[in-house]
């Protein structure tokens, strides 16, 4: 398969974390997605999730698939301007014909920002958001096997603040909506601990009462955390049988048609 690898998407920014590998769909209409890989808002890189990436790429998607910066970079909200700003890139049509809506794709951390990305371009430009274990909020409410996952010291990281209150965790929640949000496909292990279930439910229920169609897909995942790996490195990565074939469900959903 055809990968374009570290094409810079901010004009002007020399920010190493500024890039993102294209991988061209069949023909230049192709559905083109935003892909934004995971790790705590604060590791990892694209090519974690290259397998993700061409598993799309195999049903006829264009994928754009982005590193942003790290908290160890910036606090939010800076992961969620390079998502938008590489949003604006793609549709300005810079790497192909510009759509007039893309689609969305993270998995865990990159999975709440594609919540957030999806939530601040509303339907109007963006198709469709597809989570994968993706937390819904930053806040404690909906518990965490790993202890300092949305504790106050990870909070004062993630926003860069001593001092944080119920108006900074709001402005990392993807529950509320100022406009009408695209449609939404959740896939989440029952077996995940790390980001339990409970996120996925309250993004689903959240975008349905927002009058979006949204629906969740759930597997038996292999381990306590997210399930979506059998073996490997980064791009080398094999997705486990059971991710696999949830998110190929979920991908023929007639959801994803629209």
Not at 123 to 147: E, I, K, Q, Y
Not at 197 to 210: E, K
């Amino acid at each position: 398969m055809t990968v374009l690898r570290d094409i810079v998407y901010r004009d002007g920014d020399t920010h190493e974390r500024h890039r993102g590998d294209y991988f061209p769909g069949p023909v230049e209409t192709s559905p083109l997605w935003l892909l934004i890989h995971g790790g705590g808002w604060d590791a990892m890189s694209k090519e974690s999730l290259d397998p993700v990436a061409l598993f799309l790429q195999e049903r006829g998607a264009a994928v754009f698939s982005i590193n942003y910066r790290l908290l160890q970079h910036a606090p939010w909200p800076a992961a969620l301007e390079d998502c938008l700003a590489a949003a604006d890139f793609l549709q300005r049509g810079e790497i192909c014909s510009a759509p007039p809506r893309i689609r969305i794709a993270g998995a865990s951390a990159g999975g709440h920002l594609a919540l957030m990305t999806g939530r601040s371009l509303g339907r109007s430009r963006a198709a469709h958001v597809l989570s994968l274990a993706g937390p819904v909020a930053v806040d404690a409410s909906r518990g965490t096997s790993h202890g300092f996952l949305f504790s106050p010291s990870f909070h004062h990281r993630f926003f860069g603040l001593e001092s944080v209150t119920p108006a900074h965790l709001a402005s990392a929640s993807a529950v509320q909506h100022d406009d009408p949000p695209p449609d939404l496909t959740c896939v989440h292990s029952v077996n995940d601990r790390l980001v339990p279930l409970s996120h996925s439910l309250d993004a689903v229920a959240a975008w349905q009462r927002a009058g979006a169609v949204a629906a969740l897909h759930v597997f038996d995942g292999p381990d306590e955390d997210h399930g979506f790996w059998a073996g490997g490195h980064g791009n080398t990565r094999q997705m486990s049988q059971a991710f696999f074939l949830a998110l190929a469900k979920a991908f023929s959903s007639l959801a994803f048609s629209k």
